[in-house]
């Protein structure tokens, strides 16, 4: 196996990478280097726990699954089921290494696959959304309680502030700037709660991102863009707009089922056999005699 892997400086500016918390960012890096010549990796959070994170206290098991599902949420990863196991599979692999391919592949399968197996990695991928490693047969939580995860407190004029959440207004006010133009024009109290109480109630930005591109979008029949002609608040953005949104994501999904609905009741009808259709044509005869 090799002792390391090439990490472009290119990482620093992926959009991907930077959908990630710090955390899940970190972790990230550091599975590259622990990668087969295949592009795979443990998905087991306990094997990762000890061969990556062994020191790191904050990275508990539980931990370690949110930041797996982060990254398959980003879509930079995938999750590969091979010889009755599951694998974090890193898909633009050979993209960003250089092989030498004069030599039998290093992997963590049992099997002596060649290198042509890396062009069938994909047909074995799972779908992201319905995986769940802390119910995985292949390990099991420790009984012992894990460590809680520490939040240093800073000093604000507005009060107590964790690190989490200073990391997360920053991206926060990062998305808003980007989509909206401008940052939020609300108070300094403001900037402080209504970052905490999105975070506590909707905690993905990606929905952040989407309900503001949403509310962009909106126009009335006279072709006039409210939410582009005044502006986006963050109490805005918490009241109104992300509630309307999820809103109008309701009314999607329940128009979605209606339209199934009809289409099955539609496929229950029986269809007219060619007796039935001989049988009608002759009773038109004889009304018409």
Not at 100 to 120: A, G, H, I, S, V
Not at 255 to 264: G, M, Q, Y
Request: glycine share 2%.
């Amino acid at each position: 196996m090799a002792t390391g892997r090439m990490l472009k400086k290119s990482i620093t500016t992926s959009e991907k990478v930077n959908r990630l918390s710090d955390k899940a960012a970190l972790l990230y890096t550091w599975l590259i280097d622990f990668l087969d010549d295949f592009g795979l990796v443990w998905a087991s959070p306990q094997k990762i726990k000890l061969a990556v994170v062994p020191g790191r206290k904050l990275f508990t098991l539980k931990k370690i699954a949110e930041c797996i599902k982060e990254m398959l949420n980003a879509c930079l990863v995938n999750i590969v089921k091979i010889e009755d196991k599951e694998w974090i599979w890193f898909p633009d692999f050979l993209e960003k290494q250089t092989l030498k391919k004069d030599r039998k592949p290093f992997t963590y399968l049992e099997n002596n696959y060649e290198w042509n197996f890396m062009n069938e990695i994909s047909n074995y991928i799972m779908s992201g959304n319905f995986w769940k490693p802390l119910n995985s047969k292949y390990f099991q939580l420790e009984t012992q309680e894990e460590e809680e995860e520490e939040e240093e407190d800073y000093n604000t004029p507005y009060g107590k502030q964790t690190s989490l959440l200073k990391d997360y207004n920053n991206k926060l006010f990062l998305v808003f700037k980007q989509i909206v133009g401008y940052s939020p024009m609300d108070s300094g109290k403001d900037r402080q709660k209504y970052p905490r109480l999105i975070r506590k109630k909707y905690k993905d930005l990606t929905l952040v991102e989407k309900a503001l591109q949403w509310a962009l979008q909106l126009h009335n029949k006279q072709g006039l863009y409210y939410w582009r002609a005044n502006k986006i608040s963050l109490a805005k953005l918490y009241h109104k707009i992300l509630p309307a949104y999820l809103e109008e994501i309701q009314k999607r999904q329940n128009l979605k089922k209606i339209i199934e609905l009809k289409k099955l009741a539609f496929k229950s009808i029986p269809q007219p056999t060619n007796k039935d259709v001989e049988e009608m044509a002759r009773k038109e005869r004889e009304l018409k005699l």
